[in-house]
């Protein structure tokens, strides 16, 4: 498959790597055309990696993954263009963080709506799907580095871009039942929040190499 | 220990339960004397439950619980007076949830505060321990029920009061090691904001008999 990946940061990076590991064809997207880290990436990655604009890496894929900053997110999708998304799944692995008061972030968006849904209501012909934000990149790409069943959230409004997406997720190693199909796009309100915790974990746990598991009664 | 139990809804009268089972004496309270659910729970109970108004309850306790719904907690605990809460533990086990729109719920108050902050800004002679306050009322006292390892949190400013709630929760049944110390109050607004996520996985896993566990690496 054609995926472009928007973001030439850590978390895309790692996912574009990680799709081309999985046998897809990446296009790593960002503002310039002769970005360093784009270039550098696509050298490295050789075979199936490729790098240009948002908008050269979107309009030739199928599939979208928007791993810019949340604050950041608007504005690299309308320099991709609504005709480069139109039709497409859009994966919106991004979280509205605002770091303008330091460490701990708080959410430029939350509660009451998410990220997520401003995309949608922006690019109503893209089906957009909350995705992976619940995690640090290392493990969204590679869930068999933590020892035990671990979960991972969908969020959308469009059932066959859930599926899409859910096919992607296995490919990384997330066993089918690990895949927690939340409902509507709405319900990346509760991914997104959750972010306010996540970070505090990331202090008591030392790290950002874990994940959290549903824990259910016995039997 | 005398413990007043602050709520005579599904989740105080539980608490209270679990308290009186482990050997304290409890006091439910209500916003009347001879309120018909603490009534009968003292009566129900035996020996080390009692009832009373919210001010009887927390004058002559060491360590109240706040079950109340978060809506009402800042007049209940006005109710029960300054006086009586002074240099006492209080557990706010509350959540600011605003059912004004239906299920699933937004946050009155998230992100940039949180309900245990406002109680400690009001009562600043009193300890508040968040704690609990992100799962169902069956997992909070008897955490064993679940099949495996899961994690409850404490936010608060004062070290001996996270001591005296990290002691409750173990005779509760809560293993040390899952008993996790986010930090000060102001972590708070992590496990408040999580009620965003716990609502939509309350319609995922289709019960509220569930718990998240911390999945970290192996070895």
């Given at each position: 498959m054609k995926i472009a990946v928007l973001g030439t940061g850590e978390v895309g990076r790692r996912i574009a790597t990680r799709l081309v590991e999985v046998g897809h064809e990446v296009s790593l997207g960002s503002r310039t055309a002769d970005n360093a880290a784009a270039t550098q990436w696509?050298?490295?990655?050789?075979?199936?990696?490729?790098h240009g604009t948002f908008r050269d890496a979107a309009e030739g894929a199928a599939v979208v993954f928007n791993c810019t900053k949340?604050?950041?997110?608007?504005?690299?999708?309308?320099?991709?263009?609504?005709?480069?998304?139109?039709?497409?799944?859009?994966?919106?692995?991004?979280?509205?963080?605002d770091f303008s008061n330091g460490f701990p972030p708080s959410l430029t968006v939350s509660n009451t709506d998410s990220l997520a849904e401003r995309?949608?209501?922006?690019?109503?012909?893209?089906?957009?799907?909350?995705?992976?934000n619940t995690m640090s990149n290392p493990v969204m790409v590679n869930p068999r580095m933590l020892a035990g069943t671990h979960h991972t959230f969908l969020s959308g409004d469009h059932e066959d871009a859930?599926?899409?997406?859910?096919?992607?997720?296995?490919?990384?190693?997330?066993?089918s039942e690990e895949i927690?199909?939340?409902g509507g796009l709405a319900?990346?309100?509760?991914?997104?929040?959750?972010?306010?915790?996540?970070?505090?974990?990331?202090?008591?746990?030392?790290?950002?190499?874990?994940n959290i598991g549903i824990v259910k009664k016995a039997g």
């Amino acid at each position: 498959m054609k995926i472009a990946v928007l973001g030439t940061g850590e978390v895309g990076r790692r996912i574009a790597t990680r799709l081309v590991e999985v046998g897809h064809e990446v296009s790593l997207g960002s503002r310039t055309a002769d970005n360093a880290a784009a270039t550098q990436w696509a050298e490295e990655t050789g075979d199936g990696a490729s790098h240009g604009t948002f908008r050269d890496a979107a309009e030739g894929a199928a599939v979208v993954f928007n791993c810019t900053k949340g604050e950041h997110t608007m504005a690299v999708l309308e320099a991709a263009g609504a005709a480069s998304l139109d039709g497409k799944v859009l994966i919106d692995v991004a979280n509205p963080l605002d770091f303008s008061n330091g460490f701990p972030p708080s959410l430029t968006v939350s509660n009451t709506d998410s990220l997520a849904e401003r995309i949608q209501r922006a690019y109503p012909n893209t089906k957009v799907v909350k995705a992976l934000n619940t995690m640090s990149n290392p493990v969204m790409v590679n869930p068999r580095m933590l020892a035990g069943t671990h979960h991972t959230f969908l969020s959308g409004d469009h059932e066959d871009a859930k599926s899409t997406v859910r096919g992607l997720l296995e490919s990384f190693g997330w066993a089918s039942e690990e895949i927690v199909d939340l409902g509507g796009l709405a319900t990346a309100r509760g991914t997104e929040a959750f972010l306010l915790l996540w970070v505090r974990l990331y202090g008591a746990v030392g790290t950002g190499e874990f994940n959290i598991g549903i824990v259910k009664k016995a039997g």
